[in-house]
């Protein structure tokens, strides 16, 4: 089985720095992904950690901690457009992902 | 290029029929994927395709619920005799290989009356 947590909401203000937490208990690990999604809109790639450390990618970084089953998804200089849902997804083996019910970011100006 | 497209965007049934739901993947991808998400929860993974055939249809819910690809193309998602619990938005992913990122369409969003 699988249990992945995130929180369910977080309010940042806009220019700030975010940070949100996953920790996941699976049976197998073979990657975590983070997906944003938009009110009604298809999930979008954000970012991919098979490895620990950090990935960088523009404004936003995702970190992984395999032996503490933790990952964060850090977003810098906060746009109004970063308000969305943020998916942590584990994938154990294969190909399937296994959601976590993802955290509803609300950027304020 | 094109993305992930989906139809219908939006289905009403009554309960009791039965529905189809169409993914047109991405094209060249192998790998084809249909989760569930339910109001408030994460997606569920239902099943896997890699070209045509569907090694893992561990996900799907009951015996109501079958899918199938033709070639390395078009997926329907078919749901018999739906019931209320199955309103859901039923997305599908693909993939250039299993291994590779999944990339989602919009999803079809399902209203059980």
């Known amino acids: 089985g699988q249990n992945i947590d995130q929180p369910t909401e977080m309010t940042a203000t806009e220019g700030a720095i975010v940070q949100i937490n996953c920790t996941y208990q699976?049976?197998?690990?073979?990657?975590l992904f983070w997906y944003q999604q938009h009110a009604g809109e298809a999930p979008t790639f954000l970012s991919y950690n098979v490895l620990d450390g950090l990935e960088e990618k523009g404004r936003f970084s995702s970190f992984l901690s395999r032996s503490k089953g933790y990952s964060y998804l850090l977003l810098k200089e906060l746009q109004m457009k970063d308000s969305a849902s943020y998916l942590c997804a584990v994938r154990e083996a294969g190909y399937a992902l296994n959601f976590g019910k993802g955290t509803s970011l609300l950027v304020t100006p | 290029g094109a993305g992930v497209s989906q139809s219908p965007s939006n289905k009403v049934t009554e309960k009791g029929k039965d529905v189809e739901l169409r993914c047109d993947p991405i094209?060249?991808?192998?790998?084809l994927y249909w989760y569930r998400q339910r109001l408030g929860q994460g997606l569920e993974f239902l099943i896997y395709?890699?070209?045509?055939?569907?090694?893992?249809k561990s996900g799907l819910p009951s015996d109501r619920f079958s899918a199938e690809r033709t070639g390395e193309s078009v997926s329907t998602l078919t749901i018999q005799r739906t019931q209320q619990e199955d309103s859901a938005v039923y997305l599908c992913?693909?993939?250039?290989?299993?291994?590779?990122?999944?990339?989602f369409g919009p999803g079809t969003r399902l209203l059980v009356l």
């Open positions: 094209s060249g991808h192998t790998a």
């Open positions: 992913a693909s993939s250039n290989d299993p291994q590779e990122t999944q990339y």
């Open positions: 699976t049976s197998g690990f073979n990657g």
């Open positions: 395709f890699q070209g045509n055939s569907a090694p893992d």
